[in-house]
């Protein structure tokens, strides 16, 4: 390894430690309308159709060391109706640094309206409210001395090192609007055995807003945000918008504050697939300007069509 591409590890390790340090938690703001389960426990089991969802991001990229990220996400309703269940596998590499993520996710959904039988292609479950708990472990390791960094203690050690995730949220949805707030990970690093590990605890606050550009209900538009706080840092906004063709294909476009861009288009096919692809491009001076991603879901049952 030549003393140049040591020296440009620990560039980008700087430059996106912090951000990543919470990646298993923290979706890329152009896919986490897809996977929203990874912030909010009490997404498990809105459809009551089975959904599972394989991701990727980064493996487009010819920067050696770039944040990389694969994970699949089962997301299911439970036979009595009020309980939904999701497990995910997420698996985060950047620079020296991985981290692998398993989690498992229960919900209890109370109905607020039961005569309410009016099932369309766009909202299976019109008015519930829903609490979630989340609970995994994170195995983290990080290859310092790959780096050849001598003289400095944080680079005198390798860490390895597993941490126990706990996590909860609420969920409200009615016809046209949804909120919902979570913490995913509420210990942080407080059960980690590694001094030299930080981690944080973020709090989301995710809305939007669904309403149809046509009288007859064909082109829905669902503007949304998502706010991340984190005690010490500066609020972050993810500002997103999709405009969906009866389930046929959609387009969406967001930013993220003082960081990205982004742009993403996806197709249902066969009534039961749905692929997406995004396009982040970065608004900062970064080694690592732009990033491509995929998801690939596939729902059980009546698949993605109207019921």
Known sequence: MTRGFQFL??????????????AQQTPSFSDYNYNALLINPAEAGYFP?????????????????SARTLGVLMNSSLRSEK????????YDEIGV????????SLSYKINLDHNYNRVRWWSY???VLSFGITAGVALYNEDLLALGIDNDPNFAANIDTAVPVIGAGIRFNR?????????????????????????????????G????????????????????????????????TIINYKNKFEVGGGYRTDTSIN?????????SWRIVYSYNQTTRNTPINNTHGFVLSYRFNNGFKKS
């Open 97 to 104: 640094t991985t981290t692998s993520f398993i989690s498992g």
């Open 175 to 207: 016809e046209h609007i949804f909120i919902g707030v979570s913490a995913p990970n509420l210990l942080g690093d407080t059960l980690s055995n590694e001094n030299n590990l930080n981690l944080e605890r973020p709090w989301y606050l995710n809305a």
């Open 49 to 65: 159709q089975t959904d599972i969802t394989l991701t990727n991001r980064g493996y487009l990229n010819q920067f050696e060391g």
């Open 263 to 271: 742009l993403l288009a996806g197709f249902y096919m066969f009534d």
């Open 125 to 127: 479950n019109p008015s």
């Open 83 to 90: 309980l939904g269940l999701g497990l995910g596998v997420m």
């Open 9 to 22: 590890q620990l560039i980008i390790y700087i430059l996106v430690f912090q951000q990543y340090s919470t």
């Open 209 to 240: 807003y669904r309403f149809f550009a046509t009288r007859f209900q064909e082109v829905l538009i669902t503007p949304s945000v998502l706010l991340k706080y984190v005690v010490g840092a500066p609020l972050q906004f993810d500002f997103n």
